[in-house]
């Protein structure tokens, strides 16, 4: 396995590619949020000087910690737990926001970075609209081939749950808490927000 290379491969991990072009050159100190078993995490280490994973699974935490040597990672609520404010450079978080209060942790988010800092959150969303659900039915067929091609896994033990917002509501949500925000929908039933403190 090269440096770089994924020990498996999924359409959370098809995402990291992206996210880590988005790392500000020069990046100090770096934030996963919902890192779960710390993939990203020991990515962004090295690109980024210091970087922190948290996540609320005392069994993601413990696999983390097992798996990767560099970040530091924390077990406890990401709204909760004591982290600087205006302490990180780059902020992003895979697939993990939809099993909070979507506001409250964008808030929390912005209230971590730096000035000048990027926050780059990758999430899932439900189909509220007609459009919605022709788009996700006309690229179901390539979803599922590579999927397969890519033999997609999640890792065991592994929290998830059903998003419960539409696309909709997360980028009108999204706009409120970070005016000018990017929004990108993705076809592997991804969409993922980039935005850069003023
Ligand atoms: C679907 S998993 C995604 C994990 C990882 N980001 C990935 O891409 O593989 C969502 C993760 O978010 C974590 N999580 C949920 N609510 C959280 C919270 N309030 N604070 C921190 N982590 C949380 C869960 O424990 C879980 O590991």
């Given at each position: 396995?090269?440096r770089?290379?994924?020990?498996y491969w999924?359409?959370?991990?098809?995402r990291?590619?992206g996210?880590?072009?988005?790392v500000?050159?020069?990046c100090?100190a770096?934030l996963d949020v919902?890192?779960g078993?710390?993939?990203l995490?020991?990515?962004l280490?090295?690109r980024?000087?210091?970087?922190?994973?948290?996540d609320?699974?005392?069994?993601?935490?413990?696999?983390?910690?097992a798996?990767?040597?560099?970040?530091?990672?924390?077990?406890?609520?990401?709204?909760?737990?004591?982290?600087?404010?205006?302490?990180?450079?780059?902020?992003?978080?895979v697939?993990?926001?939809?099993h909070?209060d979507?506001?409250?942790?964008?808030?929390r988010m912005?209230?971590?970075?730096?000035?000048?800092?990027?926050?780059v959150?990758?999430?899932?969303?439900?189909?509220?609209?007609a459009?919605?659900?022709a788009?996700?039915?006309?690229a179901?067929?390539?979803?599922r081939?590579?999927k397969?091609?890519?033999?997609?896994?999640t890792?065991?033990?592994m929290?998830?749950?059903?998003?419960?917002?539409?696309y909709?509501e997360?980028?009108?949500?999204?706009?409120?808490?970070?005016p000018g925000?990017?929004?990108?929908?993705?076809l592997?039933?991804?969409?993922?927000?980039t935005?850069?403190?003023?």
């Open positions: 396995m090269t770089d290379q994924a020990p999924n359409t959370n991990v098809a990291h590619a996210i880590l072009r988005a500000p050159p020069g100090g770096a919902g890192c078993d710390g993939l995490a020991s990515r280490a090295r980024c000087g210091r970087v922190v994973g948290v609320t699974s005392a069994e993601m935490v413990a696999r983390a910690r798996a990767h040597l560099e970040p530091a990672f924390l077990e406890g609520d990401f709204l909760t737990l004591d982290l600087p404010v205006e302490g990180f450079d780059f902020v992003c978080s697939s993990a926001i939809h909070m979507f506001e409250a942790a964008l808030t912005r209230e971590l970075l730096r000035p000048g800092g990027v926050l959150v990758v999430g899932l969303a439900r189909e509220g609209s459009a919605d659900r788009r996700r039915a006309a179901a067929p390539l979803v081939a590579v397969t091609v890519r033999r997609a896994t890792p065991e033990g929290p998830t749950t059903a998003p419960v917002m539409t909709r997360v980028r009108q949500a999204a706009w409120r808490v970070l925000v990017g929004y990108r929908w993705h592997l039933r991804r969409y993922s927000l935005w850069r403190k003023p």
